[in-house]
């Protein structure tokens, strides 16, 4: 059985939802990163999201609102079962970004209060 979630799936999925070429970008999905902002295709990002919600749903319990209420990015390299499927903290975001515009993530504390944070990292919850 393919792993629900791997860096691959993350990768493809998120360069599918930005916009190609000189497609209107008028009405673009804003998603608010830690290094990077992004603006997503709306409806290409709408055809993935069961695929984007099933991945945020292998992340550790720790990150759920009904689990622990949220988790340090940088536990986001583990999915639940304890496994590591990325070692890359970019991937890491992309997962981010891409539940952040579809509504199922999002920051526990302002920007400007990340650098008090173990590593300067923020906290994330996903709903």
């Not at 493809?12 to 070429?21: A, S, Y």
């Not at 975001?93 to 920007?111: D, N, S, T």
Request: hydrophobic residues 40%; glycine residues 12%.
């Amino acid at each position: 059985m393919d792993s629900i979630l791997t860096s691959q799936k993350v990768e493809t999925i998120f360069q599918d939802c930005l916009f190609k070429g000189d497609e209107d970008k008028s009405d673009h999905i804003k998603a608010e990163g830690i290094t990077v902002n992004v603006g997503f295709h709306p409806g290409r990002l709408e055809s993935h999201r069961a695929e984007v919600e099933a991945m945020l749903d292998e992340l550790p319990d720790e990150f759920k609102k009904s689990g622990g209420g949220g988790m340090s990015f940088l536990q986001a390299c583990n999915d639940r079962h304890g496994n590591q499927w990325t070692g890359l903290h970019r991937i890491m975001e992309l997962l981010f970004l891409l539940g952040i515009a579809i509504g199922k993530v999002e920051y526990q504390m302002p920007r400007e209060m990340w650098s008090a944070l173990p590593g300067g990292m923020p906290y994330l919850v996903i709903n």
